[in-house]
């Protein structure tokens, strides 16, 4: 068994139905290049055959990737039911005090995170300086480059 993935329910069924499409749509689509692209003739010089089949084995190497995730996820309770206490699946209201503004993030598993999203892996300096801490507390946290900051929790849901 691998390492445990901890995702939430909408991290995992997004990861379920990429896996879906890749089996169902992408492999049939793939077996179909390669099926013209035999019927080109000389396999040995035909362009369209391996790309086929590099595009065939990026496939199967996702496919293989996700399964293994699928196999060693552990679903997060995105309402944990500790009200004010950060969590994974928490959504957090953040107020960094030296530079006077407000952050949200939702803490999600590594294999989720979106800083686009404002979702942060459980593994980042941000997650792990705030989770178990309650609404109210302040927090120092300590990035990469080592630079510490202090961030007020303002609201956790």
Not at 44 to 66: F, H, T, V
Not at 146 to 151: A, K, L
Request: include cysteine; charged fraction near 35%.
């Amino acid at each position: 068994m691998g390492k445990e993935i901890v995702m939430t329910k909408e991290g995992y069924e997004k990861l379920q139905e990429k896996y879906d499409h890749l089996v169902k749509v992408r492999r049939l689509e793939v077996a179909e290049q390669l099926k013209a692209a035999r019927e080109l003739g000389d396999l040995s010089e035909n362009a369209e055959y391996d790309a086929a089949k590099d595009e065939q084995a990026a496939i199967e190497g996702e496919i293989k990737k996700i399964e293994e995730q699928l196999h060693n996820v552990r679903i997060i309770d995105d309402n944990p039911g500790k009200k004010n206490t950060v969590n994974l699946g928490s959504t957090v209201k953040l107020y960094d005090l030296k530079w006077d503004e407000e952050l949200v993030y939702t803490i999600v598993g590594s294999t989720e995170a979106d800083i686009n999203n404002n979702k942060i892996s459980n593994e980042s300096a941000i997650a792990k300086g705030i989770l178990g801490r309650k609404k109210g507390d302040t927090c120092d946290i300590t990035a990469p480059n080592g630079d510490i900051f202090q961030v007020l929790i303002k609201e956790v849901k």
